[in-house]
């Protein structure tokens, strides 16, 4: 393991989830498993060396179902760590968190509510982002105003979670949703959807910053995700993580595209 950077907004969402538990939280693996407080892998298999960086104009709003910051598997840490505005803030039913509130009514933002839009009333769906040098939106003229920036708000929990935060969730209610329409099968190997084109936290981020023209970023967050799932994976099968696969070898470059100087 090396120096873990300072804790970004899921990290500290985690440690204040935990400081409620009133029993730990056990991953798989049971109460002897020692992990990276960095990365979550075992410390044979840590990332933090390898964490990449992507500056970006867009942002990410996590909105997490309760016990998701303490899963190992969660997408939504690889966010935070690539992405230096990620916010994080857990979910409940009965109240809201007026940071929350803020934020979606920081006049920096526009926000939009990532979720399919077969789920919505059609009046509340755009399929592409609000331009930034006028005030008409390409699906609605209701929401967007000049030069704000993008903040896509994600439900970071399973398909039936989401859903119910979705309906549940009233502050939400006036802000456009954002349906993605680009077609293709998820990657993601640790938790699987019943549905091919339910994708995990990670992917529909890259998905959100290439279409608001992030492309560095999206392919950035893309490759962290195939290096962190291949370390994750490894890890349980008592396998050496290669660190000249596919993955690593694509994470480096871009890296030093970024500007980042990668030493693995």
Same mark, same amino acid.
């Given at each position: 393991?090396?120096?873990?950077? #300072?804790?970004?907004?899921?990290?500290?969402?985690?440690?204040?989830?935990?400081?409620?538990?009133? @029993?730990?939280?056990?991953?798989?693996?049971?109460?002897?498993? %020692?992990?990276?407080?960095?990365?979550?892998?075992?410390?044979?298999?840590?990332?933090?060396?390898l964490r990449?960086?992507?500056?970006?104009?867009? *942002?990410?709003?996590?909105?997490?179902?309760?016990?998701?910051?303490?899963?190992?598997?969660?997408?939504?840490? #690889?966010?935070?760590?690539?992405?230096?505005?990620?916010?994080?803030? *857990?979910?409940?039913?009965?109240?809201?968190?007026?940071?929350?509130l803020s934020?979606?009514?920081?006049?920096?933002?526009?926000?939009?509510?990532?979720?399919?839009?077969?789920?919505?009333?059609?009046?509340?769906?755009?399929?592409?982002?609000?331009?930034? *040098?006028? *005030?008409?939106?390409?699906?609605?003229?209701?929401?967007?105003?000049?030069?704000?920036?993008?903040?896509?708000?994600?439900?970071?929990?399973?398909?039936?979670?989401?859903? @119910?935060?979705?309906? @549940?969730?009233?502050?939400?209610?006036q802000l456009?949703?954002?349906?993605?329409?680009?077609?293709?099968?998820?990657?993601?190997?640790?938790?699987?959807?019943?549905?091919?084109?339910?994708?995990?936290?990670?992917?529909?981020?890259?998905?959100?910053? %290439?279409?608001?023209?992030?492309?560095?970023?999206?392919?950035?967050?893309?490759?962290?995700?195939?290096?962190?799932?291949?370390?994750?994976?490894?890890?349980?099968?008592?396998?050496?993580?290669? #660190?000249?696969?596919?993955?690593?070898?694509?994470?480096?470059?871009?890296?030093?595209?970024?500007?980042?100087?990668?030493?693995?």
């Amino acid at each position: 393991m090396v120096d873990i950077a #300072l804790p970004h907004a899921v990290s500290r969402l985690r440690t204040n989830r935990l400081a409620r538990s009133s @029993k730990p939280f056990l991953a798989r693996g049971g109460p002897k498993g %020692e992990r990276c407080l960095g990365c979550r892998l075992v410390p044979s298999h840590c990332i933090c060396a390898l964490r990449p960086s992507a500056p970006t104009q867009a *942002g990410v709003c996590l909105i997490m179902a309760d016990i998701e910051p303490l899963k190992p598997s969660n997408t939504g840490w #690889l966010i935070a760590d690539v992405i230096a505005d990620t916010f994080a803030f *857990g979910w409940a039913r009965t109240e809201v968190d007026p940071a929350l509130l803020s934020l979606l009514a920081d006049p920096q933002w526009q926000p939009y509510v990532v979720f399919p839009g077969e789920f919505v009333e059609p009046a509340r769906v755009v399929t592409q982002l609000m331009p930034s *040098g006028n *005030g008409d939106s390409l699906n609605s003229s209701a929401w967007g105003a000049p030069h704000k920036r993008p903040l896509f708000v994600l439900l970071d929990a399973t398909w039936p979670e989401a859903r @119910k935060m979705f309906r @549940k969730s009233p502050y939400l209610d006036q802000l456009p949703v954002l349906s993605l329409q680009r077609e293709q099968i998820s990657r993601y190997r640790l938790r699987r959807s019943t549905r091919d084109d339910h994708f995990c936290t990670s992917e529909v981020a890259a998905l959100c910053l %290439e279409l608001a023209g992030e492309t560095h970023a999206a392919q950035t967050l893309e490759a962290y995700l195939d290096v962190f799932t291949n370390h994750y994976l490894n890890a349980r099968r008592l396998v050496p993580a290669d #660190l000249e696969d596919t993955a690593h070898i694509r994470l480096r470059a871009l890296r030093a595209q970024g500007g980042d100087n990668p030493s693995f």
